[in-house]
């Protein structure tokens, strides 16, 4: 090789690191956090908040249905705060649309994306993941494999698109592989607590005992915590004041 042409190529080569490092410098200015607003809560994740592209599971504390909404409902504040359309996927259309709007999401920013298999919706998830400029992609599972996670991980991470693994089971045999790895980078578990109580007759403000199941870099927590509002962010409930439903336990990656 002449002098002349090792020199061209090495250009070609300086320009294309250039090119990937300001790719690499653009996805991590979008990754970024979201935070829940909630200083306990917020405390104990790293870089204070959900991460940006990055893959995040959620599932009823029991393998109930009432549980089962409650964890869907949670992913949808969340995914409600995000900008940008939210892209949920599906395989059973069940959703009740008033319920995602009193928690912030407005059936007029989701695109639903209906499958007869899960296959199909873990690959309309990495689709949607892949293509960017989405404020979250939002996936019914009962079954989520590591290699499907970690599909989902990377394509979460090219784009800096949150994704939201809502796990949802039939039966009770279903819910154990919830204790299976994946690659998510926060796993939690919502159960439907007795609402708030109210100094009249009536019914308050639901509440939930949100437990943070595993966490990459970070120590597990539960908290008891009021419901998501209409703008999909969640309170600490009073309950928690006196550190009986705010703790946090060792690290467990099951």
């Known amino acids: 090789m002449t002098a002349a042409r090792a020199y061209g190529v090495s250009n070609v080569i300086s320009a294309l690191r250039e090119r990937i490092a300001s790719l690499e410098g653009v996805s991590a200015k979008k990754a970024g956090c979201l935070a829940f607003g909630v200083p306990e809560i917020d405390a104990v994740l790293p870089g204070g908040g959900l991460a940006f592209g990055a893959l995040h599971e959620f599932a009823g504390g029991g393998a109930g249905t009432v549980d089962g909404a409650a964890a869907a409902l949670c992913a ?14 599906l395989t059973r259309p069940d959703l009740f649309f008033p319920a995602l ?14 499958s007869d298999k899960e296959e199909d919706v873990l690959a309309n998830m990495e689709e ?10 939002v996936g019914e599972l009962v079954r989520l494999p590591m290699v499907s996670s970690r599909r989902l991980q990377l394509a979460a991470e090219k784009t800096g698109t949150m994704a939201l ?16 790895p994946t690659a998510s980078t926060t796993r939690w578990r919502v159960s439907v607590m007795p609402s708030e109580e109210l100094p009249v007759p009536g019914v308050g403000r639901a509440q939930w005992l949100l437990e943070l199941m595993r966490v990459k870099a970070g120590e597990c927590a539960e908290f008891l915590v009021r419901a998501c509002d209409d703008k999909g962010r969640l309170d600490l409930s009073s309950g928690s004041s006196d550190g009986s439903h705010s703790s946090r336990r060792s690290l467990d990656f099951a």
Request: proline share 4%; glycine share 14%; aromatic share 10%.
């Open 101 to 114: 709007a009193e928690v912030g999401l407005h059936p007029d920013r989701v695109i639903f994306v209906e």
């Open 165 to 180: 693994a809502v796990r949802r089971w039939r039966r009770q045999t279903e819910a154990n592989d919830f204790g299976q």
């Open 76 to 89: 949808a504040g969340i995914a409600a705060r995000t900008k940008g359309p939210v892209v949920w996927c």
């Open 128 to 137: 949607g993941l892949s293509f960017g400029g989405l404020g979250a992609v």
